[in-house]
């Protein structure tokens, strides 16, 4: 009897937000793999895919097409091969509702879902892919790629509850204890706002491999999103020390840290940014004028005015108008700085300040 054993998959992502790194983490075949000649298939027919989760608990079924069922899963193979997802739809989802097979409906059914994404329509995709799930019809290879996909899609949908419940159930299942998946769980959980419980998992990631970039922001970033700024900072603080850190937003990630750890953070922040500057890492744009001012803000209500004058001087430069040089005027002010109060209270004017009478007033004081 002719069988259909090799359902087709699609790869797909985990996207988080801008602040978490997403792990790909479904079936790593890609769509050209639906896109094989008829020869490859019936070599690979004959050498059966060696199992990815050897330690699954779920009994493979063993259930396979009829010989009526296969030309309806043709048909919907050549239709998805041909790029025509409308009729894919149109055929595997009443032929899915139809039969009584198991192994058919579960065929159709993915394979619907694969063209509902393909369509984005991410519903119907989730939708198709826990029917196909349900049905139970799929060798466990295809079975739990199918489930990577619904958590893939219940991710796009927001729907984080859903996507951990079906990972869960993926991890009890299969007993896989690769990296990837603690990395999604967590990643699921920092979007869902458990920033704490992600933290906590990109932690032991973290300890396992200290040297992965991407795993250590993930960390800092879960951390700082549950205020532990502390425990966040030190991991920053000891990735610059091996020279770790790279980019801007990695520096700026450790000089906000610690800006929101303490009173006297400012002073820590400030070498950071210091070093940030001197190793051409931070470039000096609005950015950096931003940073400069916020150190100089809290080094002023430290009551260090000289500290104070030192980083809105460096700020000043950097933004679009005046009101730092302002802010520089009257902390000189307080100094009784006279000549450099009139200095900075002209060039606030000359860039453009909310307040000018008060501008004017400094700029022409005796």
Not at 44 to 57: I, S, V
Not at 232 to 252: F, P, S, V
Not at 267 to 277: M, T
Not at 304 to 309: G, P, Q
């Amino acid at each position: 009897m002719k069988t259909l054993n090799r359902p087709l998959t699609v790869a797909m992502a985990l996207v988080l937000g801008a602040a978490v790194a997403a792990p790909a983490f479904a079936d790593p075949q890609s769509r050209q793999a639906g896109r094989r000649d008829r020869s490859a298939q019936k070599e690979e027919k004959q050498q059966k895919e060696p199992p990815r989760y050897p330690q699954a608990t779920r009994a493979e079924p063993t259930v396979r097409a009829t010989q009526k069922g296969v030309k309806h899963l043709q048909a919907m193979t050549k239709a998805y091969n041909d790029d025509n997802f409308v009729e894919v739809v149109t055929i595997a989802v009443p032929f899915a509702q139809s039969t009584d097979n198991a192994y058919e409906k579960a065929f159709a059914y993915q394979l619907a879902g694969v063209a509902s994404s393909e369509n984005n329509d991410a519903a119907k995709a989730a939708e198709y892919f826990q029917a196909a799930i349900d049905a139970n019809g799929l060798d466990n290879n295809s079975h739990y790629a199918v489930m990577n996909n619904l958590i893939a899609t219940q991710a796009q949908l927001e729907q984080w509850d859903a996507a951990m419940k079906t990972l869960d159930r993926f991890l009890a299942e299969t007993k896989t204890e690769e990296p990837q998946y603690l990395s999604m769980k967590a990643s699921l959980l920092s979007s869902a706002g458990r920033s704490e419980e992600a933290s906590v998992l990109f932690a032991e990631l973290l300890a396992k491999n200290p040297n992965d970039k991407k795993l250590l922001m993930n960390t800092v970033v879960t951390l700082q999103q549950a205020d532990k700024f502390p425990a966040a900072n030190k991991l920053l603080l000891d990735a610059q020390q091996k020279g770790m850190l790279t980019e801007a937003n990695e520096y700026r990630a450790l000089y906000s840290g610690l800006l929101n750890e303490d009173d006297n953070g400012w002073k820590r922040a400030a070498i950071v940014v210091r070093d940030g500057v001197d190793k051409g890492i931070l470039p000096k744009d609005q950015d950096l004028g931003k940073a400069w001012s916020v150190i100089a803000n809290q080094a002023f209500f430290a009551d260090d005015l000289d500290a104070a004058a030192k980083y809105y001087a460096e700020a000043a430069p950097l933004m679009p108008d005046g009101e730092t040089w302002l802010n520089l005027a009257k902390v000189y002010n307080n100094q009784g700085k006279t000549t450099e109060q009139r200095a900075a209270a002209k060039e606030a004017l000359a860039k453009g300040v909310k307040n000018t009478a008060e501008a004017q007033r400094l700029a022409n004081a005796k």
